[in-house]
C-alpha cells in the first residue's frame, strides 16, 4: 500500500471531510479520501474500495496492473461494482470487475452493500458490491503530479465549471478528467505498467433531481509474467482498452425516489504469452448494453416497498473463446412495513437468463434501529451468478475451461449491529454464506499442470466483519477493520487459486495525525492469514505497513508536498498462491494542487 494518490487533492476540506465522515446518529463505514490515498498510487476506484471493512485487493502486478476485489473472503468472482444502482461487471473474466475508466473524483466516498440491502438499493454480485454514486459536482480543477521508484511516475488532473444556472436555482455543470501513470519493475523486471485515462461529464443539478452523463476510456498496457498462474519462466504482456457511457437520472431523498441509468461499455483485452516454442496470443472484446429503473415508494406512513427491474446483454467475440451472446433480466420487489422502531422487508428478485432455467431470489429482513444512532438488523438472501466465459471455454498452457457449468448461487444469513456516538461508532457483523455449485480454479493433484475450471460443489463460510472508528482528539483519528472467517468444503483437490483459497484473519489499523495546520501524517499497519495452500510460498502471513508525510505549502494551503513509504516491512508475501509478491518497499513523492 502506499499513501499518496489522486484522492489528496480532491477538494481544499478534504481533510475536514475525511475527519467527519462517522458522525452519530448515522453509522457510515465507508472509506475516506485519506484512507484511500493509503491504498495505491495508481488512485484508482479500486483503490478506494480496498480500505472498506471487509474487502481486499489481491493485486497482480501493483498500481496499474490488474487487480481483484473480495468481499468477506469470496473469491474475486462475487464481488465488483455497481454505478448509481447499475452493476458493471465483465463477463469475459471477473478479473477486471474493479475496473472502471472513469476517475474517481467523479463518486461520493464509495460503500459496500451485501445481502438484502444489495437488493434495495443496486443491482449487485453474488457475495456483494461496491457502490458508487456520482457526487454533485464542485467547480474547481485540480492537479497531481508524482515520483516513485525505478523511474516510476504519474500526472493526473481534473476540471469542473459552471455553464448554467436557471431562475428556479438549477445548475448545469460539464467536467473533464485525464491522467498518464507509468510504474516500472513492479514484481519482475520486465513487468512495467502504463496507463492513460480521459473523459467528461456533464451534470444538471436543481432540488432533489440530478441527471448525469459520463464518459470515460482507459488504456492500459503491463507486464504479465507470472499472473494468472503461468510459470514465470515465460515473458507475457496484457493490453486492455475500456470505452464507458453512461447516463443516469434519479429524483427524490433516502425515503422517496425513482432513479434510473442505462450503459453501453466496450472492453477489450489483449493477451500475448512467449513459450519457448510459440506464441501463444488471445484477443477478446466484450460489449455490454445494461440499464435499470428503480425507486422506493411509500403507500402510507407505515407501508411502503422498493422496486427494481433490469436488463442486459453480453456480446463476447474472441478467437480463443469463441463468439457468445447472452441476454439477462431481473425485477426485484420487497414489501417493507415500519412500526415505531422496527422495519419489516419481505420479497422476492427474480432473474431470467436467455437458454437457462429463471431463478427465484428471497429476500427478507428485521430491522430495529433505537436511540442514540444504534442499530441492529438480521437478513437472509440469496443470490445467483453465471460463469464467466474464461471459466467456461478457456484453453491455455496454463489454464482450461469446462463447459456446461452450472449458475452458482448463494445463500447468506447476517446479522448486522451497529452504534454511533460524537466521537466513535462501533460495527460489527457476524455472518453464515452457503454457495452452491461454487466455480473455482484448482489443481486436481499434485502432478497437474494446469489451473481447471470445476464445480468444487458445496462451500460454506462462517464468519464475522467489523470496524471501528475514534476520534482520539480533532487531531487525531484512529480507524481499525477486521475479519474472521472458518470455511469448509467436501472438495478432493490439491490446490485452489481463488474460493477454497480464503483470508482467514484480517486486522488493519488507521492512524491519522494533523500534527500543525500544514503538516499531517498517516500510519498504517495490516495483518493477514491464508488458508494453508501448498501452491504458496513465503508463508500464509502478511504484515503489509505504509507510512506518509504530508506539508501544505506556507501562503498556499491548496499546494501539497507528501512523501510515502509502501509495503514499509518489504513484506513478500504471495497473494496467488505460487505468483511472486506485488511489489516490494518503494518510496514516493508527490504534488497536488487544487486552483
Not at 33 to 40: I, Q, S
Not at 184 to 199: C, P, Q
Request: proline share 4%; glycine share 10%.
Amino acid at each position: 500500500m502506499v499513501l499518496f494518490c489522486f484522492a489528496f487533492g480532491v477538494f481544499p476540506a478534504c481533510w475536514g471531510v475525511a475527519q467527519e465522515v462517522y458522525t452519530a446518529p448515522e453509522v457510515v463505514v465507508s472509506a475516506s479520501e485519506t484512507d484511500a490515498a493509503f491504498t495505491d498510487p495508481e488512485g484508482g476506484l479500486a483503490a478506494q474500495a480496498a480500505v472498506l471493512p471487509g474487502v481486499v485487493l489481491d493485486a497482480q502486478g501493483g498500481p496499474g496492473g490488474q487487480g481483484d476485489l473480495r468481499i468477506r473472503g469470496g473469491a474475486f468472482s462475487g464481488a465488483g461494482l455497481s454505478v448509481n444502482g447499475l452493476s458493471l461487471g465483465n463477463a469475459q473474466t471477473e478479473h477486471f470487475n474493479a475496473e472502471l475508466p472513469l476517475a474517481a473524483t467523479l463518486f461520493d466516498e464509495p460503500f459496500v452493500l451485501t445481502g438484502v440491502e444489495q437488493a434495495l438499493q443496486a443491482e449487485g454480485h453474488l457475495n456483494g458490491t461496491v457502490s458508487l454514486r456520482l457526487r454533485p459536482m464542485a467547480f474547481c480543477t485540480e492537479g497531481e503530479a508524482g515520483i516513485g521508484a525505478y523511474e516510476s511516475g504519474w500526472l493526473r488532473g481534473c476540471t469542473a465549471q459552471r455553464v448554467m444556472t436557471s431562475a428556479s436555482g438549477g445548475r448545469l455543470g460539464v467536467a473533464a478528467f485525464g491522467g498518464y501513470d507509468r510504474f516500472n519493475h513492479v514484481n519482475d523486471e520486465d513487468n512495467d505498467n502504463e496507463g492513460v485515462l480521459g473523459g467528461g461529464q456533464v451534470q444538471w443539478l436543481r432540488g432533489d433531481v440530478q441527471a448525469d452523463a459520463v464518459a470515460g476510456y482507459r488504456e492500459k498496457s503491463f507486464g504479465a509474467r507470472g499472473y494468472y498462474g503461468v510459470h514465470p519462466d515465460y515473458p507475457a504482456d496484457e493490453k486492455t482498452k475500456d470505452f464507458l457511457l453512461l447516463g443516469s437520472l434519479r429524483q427524490g431523498t433516502e425515503e422517496k425516489y425513482t432513479e434510473g441509468s442505462a450503459a453501453y461499455r466496450d472492453f477489450n483485452d489483449d493477451y500475448r504469452l512467449e513459450l519457448p516454442t510459440s506464441l501463444y496470443h488471445n484477443e477478446h472484446r466484450t460489449r455490454t448494453v445494461s440499464a435499470q429503473v428503480g425507486g422506493r415508494k411509500p403507500f402510507s406512513d407505515w407501508a411502503g416497498g422498493v422496486w427494481r427491474l433490469s436488463a442486459d446483454q453480453e456480446e463476447l467475440t474472441s478467437e480463443s473463446l469463441g463468439d457468445h451472446r447472452r441476454s439477462h433480466a431481473a425485477l426485484t420487489l420487497i414489501p417493507e412495513v415500519r412500526l415505531k422502531a422496527w422495519c419489516f422487508a419481505a420479497g422476492v428478485r427474480q432473474e431470467w437468463f436467455e437458454r437457462e432455467e429463471p431463478a427465484m431470489l428471497p429476500q427478507v429482513s428485521v430491522q430495529w434501529e433505537g436511540v442514540y444512532g444504534q442499530l441492529v438488523e438480521l437478513a437472509w438472501s440469496r443470490t445467483v451468478r453465471q460463469p464467466s466465459y474464461t471459466e467456461l471455454n478457456y484453453e491455455s498452457p496454463a489454464s482450461l475451461g469446462q463447459e456446461g457449468l452450472d449458475n452458482q448461487f448463494a445463500d447468506t444469513l447476517e446479522l448486522h449491529w451497529k452504534l454511533a456516538r460524537d466521537v466513535w461508532s462501533l460495527e460489527i457483523g457476524p455472518f453464515a454464506r452457503e454457495t452452491r455449485d461454487t466455480v473455482d480454479w484448482v489443481r486436481p493433484t499434485e502432478a497437474s499442470t494446469r489451473w481447471l475450471a470445476e464445480n468444487v460443489g458445496t462451500v460454506r463460510a462462517l464468519g464475522a466483519d467489523g470496524s471501528a472508528v475514534w476520534m482520539v482528539r480533532e487531531d487525531l483519528r484512529l480507524r481499525a477493520d477486521g475479519m474472521w472467517m472458518s470455511q469448509s468444503d467436501n472438495a478432493d483437490i490439491y490446490a485452489s487459486r481463488y474460493a477454497l483459497d480464503y483470508m482467514r484473519v484480517l486486522v488493519r489499523v488507521h492512524a491519522q495525525w494533523q500534527v500543525t495546520h500544514r503538516v499531517d501524517c498517516a500510519f498504517s499497519q495490516g495483518y493477514r492469514l491464508q488458508a494453508e495452500n501448498p501452491m504458496r510460498g513465503h508463508g500464509d502471513e502478511q504484515w503489509l505497513a505504509a507510512l506518509r508525510l504530508g506539508v501544505r505549502l506556507p501562503g498556499c494551503r491548496d499546494v501539497r508536498l507528501v512523501l510515502s513509504v509502501e509495503n514499509l516491512w518489504d513484506d513478500d508475501f504471495e497473494e496467488f498462491p505460487g505468483q511472486a509478491t506485488a511489489t516490494g518497499r518503494r518510496v514516493y513523492a508527490g504534488v497536488t494542487a487544487v486552483f
